[in-house]
């Protein structure tokens, strides 16, 4: 992956790129616009190719970019009236129909997550996903019998998943048909920043999709504990987060209340 210069036969020397990026350079001998990168800096943001007005930035196996009408006004869109009753109605779902879903579906939640802005455009984490009943029932035995090795945890869930275990097959899950999960090789802090958006991204998809889903906080700090259980879910990495993700079975009449906060100094 990488840029690869400038297409001249496409290039009007409009300068763009050299507001954009400081790895363009101008050559007033041949007054033309030309890209250096020595020190290998550039970390493929793609913010050159997105404002040359051309379309000549050459790049290689960066991904396809996208044009499309209202890019540039983003407003018109979607509403910001509209873009709140939808965060509103964002649920956390615990219930789900026993029916999976289809992988065309699946498939446009890991295509909003690769949108997901990460820091210094790192985009080192990788998705999976666990959608066999037998695995996840697997899974959360492992899940609960860690916990429950913590007294702190026993005193405060070992009720609850008792109660829950006769209520589902895998508690922990609340018995979602999938599970997916995002891992980072790294364990810098920035990383849990980078992997608590691309899920909020993959929720929010989800909920687009007429999907529910919850943040399972419950396996990842089971895992972090024991990476055997990472293992289990045939995980690679240091730094993990998951959603259950599934067709709700649960309606609701209204948004839960939440008490608006005043920011200090506004």
Known sequence: ???????????????????????????????RVFFQDSDDFCNLCGHCIARCPEDAILYDNLGKPYEFENL?????????EDLLKFFKAHRSIRRYRRKKVPKKTLEKVFEAMNYAPTAANARTEKFSIISDNDKLKEVNDAVINELMKD?????????????????????????????????????????????????????????????????????QIAMNRNPDIRKLANLKGKRVGLFTIGYPSVKFHRTAPRKIKKPEGF
């Open 1 to 31: 992956m990488s840029i690869k210069g400038i297409d001249y036969d496409k290039c009007s020397t409009c300068k763009q790129c050299l507001i954009t990026c400081t790895l363009f350079r101008y050559d007033k001998e041949n007054q």
């Open 72 to 80: 540039n006004t983003p407003e018109k869109i979607v509403s910001y």
């Open 151 to 219: 007294e702190g945890m026993k005193r405060k869930y070992g009720t609850l998943f008792k109660l829950l275990s006769k209520a589902f097959h895998y508690p922990i899950f609340f018995d979602a048909p999938h599970v997916i999960f995002v891992t980072s090789p790294f364990n810098h802090e920035q990383e849990a920043n980078n992997i608590g958006i691309i899920i909020t991204y993959g929720r929010l998809a989800a909920e687009s999709l007429g999907l529910g889903t919850c943040w399972n906080g419950w396996t």
